[in-house]
């Protein structure tokens, strides 16, 4: 099966339509699927549900497809740094499913092995917890999470080979492992594809046969959220 694409859109080809679910990898704006994000703004498709950690900062990651009102419903952990999003949630222009953050990796890997549901105590007693079934484990209450399933995973990665086997760098595997599972269809965008062989087989974060399309996005202009410098010490 070819798996290398020359490009985010022809990797995206035929898989893009309103209202669909997409489950996106990264965190902040370490490992996210820029080219990837890129095309799908390009593509004007719309009322979209993304699954994210967060929703990246203004204008960069997720924040372009807020700004481009493509996005209907965010389910995220963390969204402190978007003042779209921010501005958008409080306006009522868009709907928000506020999840703990190992609640919404869970809740993606779950989905990605077939686990319709599990019960985790994180949030009892919350808002987090209202409307959620309630049940008792060995006297501890717990709240039922639903499972994610996608109809496209987009990820990054650092490595892959020809075949699609993925690794990932340091804090990018944090969600974007999870978030590949969980999908129908998995898209991913590396910085590196070497040849079947070259990688370690026990090094390999994500197997090829989660990995369904796959783009050479390098080069990366690595952006930083938040620059911390210190004032030069004077004599």
Same mark, same amino acid.
């Given at each position: ?57 203004? +204008?960069?990651?997720?924040? @372009? ?9 965010? %389910?995220?952990? &963390? ?41 985790? @105590? ?9 409307? !959620?079934?309630? !049940? ?5 209450? &717990? ?11 987009? %990820? ?8 699609? +086997? ?7 595997? +944090?969600? +974007? ?26 090094a390999i974060h994500l197997p090829s046969i989660y990995v ?7 080069? &990366?202009? !690595? !952006? ?12």
């Amino acid at each position: 099966m070819k798996k290398i694409y020359p490009n985010a859109e022809a990797a995206l080809d035929g898989l893009l339509f309103d209202g669909m679910t997409i489950c996106a990898g990264g965190f902040g704006l370490c490992g996210i699927p820029e080219r990837l994000i890129d095309a799908i703004q390009a593509s004007g498709v719309k009322d979209l549900t993304i699954a994210s950690n967060n929703a990246g900062i203004d +204008n960069e990651g997720l924040g @372009k497809l807020l700004r481009s009102r493509q996005v209907k419903k965010m %389910i995220s952990s &963390y969204v402190g740094e978007n003042k779209e999003f921010e501005r958008q949630f409080l306006a009522g222009e868009l709907e928000v499913e506020f999840c703990p953050q190992g609640t919404l990796a869970e809740r993606c890997r779950a989905g990605g092995a077939g686990i319709p549901g599990f019960y985790t @105590k994180t949030g009892v007693g919350t808002v987090v917890a209202e409307g !959620k079934e309630h !049940k008792e484990f060995d006297g501890e209450t &717990y709240i039922l999470e639903r499972g994610i399933r996608a109809d496209l995973s987009i %990820i990054k990665g650092w490595k892959a080979d020809e075949a699609g +086997n993925l690794i990932f760098r340091k804090t990018a595997r +944090n969600f +974007n492992q999870p978030m590949a599972t969980s999908g129908k269809v998995c898209v991913a965008e590396v910085e590196e594809i070497v040849p079947v062989g070259s990688l370690d087989a026990d090094a390999i974060h994500l197997p090829s046969i989660y990995v369904k399309r796959l783009i050479l996005g390098a080069p &990366y202009d !690595k !952006k930083i959220e938040f620059r911390m410098t210190r004032q030069r010490e004077t004599a």
